[in-house]
């Protein structure tokens, strides 16, 4: 840090001014009375609309279930007696193909692309074929207009990688101003020390309200990403003893996946509003920032994957 | 849990800090404040643990500038109008100021910067963080964030020069 620099003396001479740094303390202080004086009514308050929010989630399903199923409407419904449950049952199926691109040097392979519609978010999750962390690899999601004249590139979208080769592009049409997604082509972009070297189109996808993840290798593993939250039905009692043992953080949920040989276990870490993932040695990459709208963290148990990033293999599955 | 006085002493200590990167990065002096007040809220209410106060002042900056992040991926934002003009940036510095013009300059040219670039700058050439701890606090990819600082710092030559 030089103290010469233009940029310094610039911002050192960036003041809050007065009389925002009062209002800002009186309300920050406020609120830490508040928070002080009202926290056990506040609690108990919270308490009861919790049951009741429950005893109605668990009461109204299972009431409408049974009613369909013993007055006969099940037949009209096409509802199966199995153990997987009326959800499932009324799932419809879509799938996004895997697709590549590759040059001499490289591969890029986009795994699946999670879009939903109303938030106007999406999460591309794509492997890449010689991916080295200590290069200056970058990943990003360009929308090319085509409506007007002439076309358009904007650029929508934010990279994480886990340190490996799976990479997970974040991207926003919201970020690229006045992006019509009915008019825009979606492309993965992977730069390499500022040189574009490989370009791959999306395809068309669905957006999702209830997406889930089945891995081709591990037929037990379900994932389930919602607008309410991400659930798993996969893990042991052991896993979760084996993988709690690693973290001692608040509100975390896990991804364990093979890489090769080697089993590496990743964490996402809720830190405010956004997500990070990252392995258990404490290096957080950041994941994407999801609405806390989108996901809510409080149902998130834990997430398993196991595959490898060269041929993993998920479906998504879409309720509409 | 910490006491009022202990808040006070945080606020105090890393307002400026705060708003500082709430300011580049929205460029706008309410939403740097909304930014601001809503960091030290969250502080509040997280209840959690710091190692030290280094931790604490990187938990600060981490949920500053995800809150900024936040904002800005708002749909309610992408449709208002930009109201840090040449106006505000003018009201930042007296034009007795001997620099004036020149702080003036480099703040139009940072925010015509992407956002994400811009607190990576302020980290590292008015906090003095190295690349490796903006990493770990931003939660970045080392080898993205090195990019994205080579791409600032080319943006910001003549302001920096003095860095090289």
């Not at chain 1, 929010?53 to 199966?80: D, H, M, Q, W």
């Not at chain 1, 999801?290 to 996901?295: Q, S, V």
């Not at chain 1, 409080?298 to 196991?306: G, H, M, P, R, Y």
């Not at chain 2, 449709?79 to 013009?101: F, M, T, V």
Request: aromatic fraction near 12%; proline fraction near 2%; hydrophobic fraction near 35%.
């Amino acid at each position: 840090m030089k103290k010469e620099s233009k940029y310094f003396k610039a911002m050192d001479k960036l003041h809050v001014p007065y009389e925002d740094y009062k209002e800002m303390k009186s309300r920050i202080l406020e609120n830490y009375d508040r928070s002080n004086n009202k926290t056990s009514v506040f609690t108990a308050r919270k308490r009861v609309a919790a049951a009741v929010i429950i005893l109605c989630l668990i009461v109204i399903p299972s009431t409408a279930y049974a009613a369909i199923r013993f007055t006969g409407l099940s037949k009209l419904f096409n509802i199966e007696d199995t153990d997987s449950g009326l959800v499932s049952q009324l799932s419809k199926y879509a799938v996004c193909e895997k697709t590549s691109v590759q040059n001499s040097n490289y591969r890029l392979t986009l795994i699946n692309n999670l879009y939903n519609k109303e938030q106007q978010i999406g999460i591309a999750v794509c492997s890449c074929l010689n991916y080295n962390e200590n290069a200056d690899f970058w990943f990003d999601v360009r929308g090319k207009n085509l409506s007007g004249s002439g076309e358009r590139w904007v650029d929508l979208g934010e990279n994480y990688s886990d340190g490996g080769r799976l990479i997970g592009i974040y991207y926003s049409l919201a970020a690229g101003a006045e992006v019509d997604i009915n008019s825009t082509e979606l492309y993965v972009i992977m730069e390499i020390s500022g040189k574009e070297e490989l370009r791959l189109k999306m395809p068309e996808c669905n957006d999702f309200e209830t997406v889930k993840l089945v891995s081709d290798k591990m037929p037990d593993t379900e994932i389930i990403l919602s607008p309410v939250g991400i659930k798993c039905k996969l893990m042991s009692k052991e896993d979760i003893d084996k993988l709690y043992a690693h973290f001692d953080f608040e509100k975390v949920m896990y991804i364990v996946y093979n890489n090769g040989d080697t089993v590496r276990v990743a964490d996402i870490k809720w830190s405010g509003a956004n997500c990070g993932i990252g392995v258990p040695e404490g290096d957080f990459y950041e994941w994407g920032f999801i609405p806390e709208n989108l996901f809510d963290v409080d149902n998130i148990k834990s997430i398993k994957i196991n595959d490898s990033p060269f041929d993993a293999k998920f479906t998504a599955e879409f309720k509409r | 849990m910490c006491t009022r006085e202990e808040i006070a002493g945080l606020y105090e200590k890393y307002y400026e800090m705060i708003w500082r990167i709430c300011l580049t990065q929205l460029g706008s002096p309410h939403d740097a404040c909304d930014g601001t007040q809503e960091t030290f809220i969250r502080f509040i209410q997280c209840g959690k643990r710091f190692r030290d106060e280094e931790h604490k002042k990187a938990w600060l900056i981490r949920t500053a500038v995800n809150y900024c992040r936040n904002v800005q991926k708002s749909s309610w934002n992408k449709k208002r109008a930009d109201i840090c003009g040449d106006e505000y940036i003018s009201s930042l510095y007296p034009a007795a100021d001997e620099d004036a013009e020149t702080n003036r300059e480099v703040i139009r040219t940072l925010m015509t910067l992407p956002d994400k670039y811009r607190s990576i700058l302020y980290l590292h050439y008015y906090e003095g963080y190295s690349l490796k701890e903006i990493s770990d606090i931003l939660k970045v990819n080392p080898s993205t964030l090195r990019s994205r600082f080579a791409k600032a710092k080319e943006a910001m030559k003549e302001y920096l020069e003095n860095d090289r």
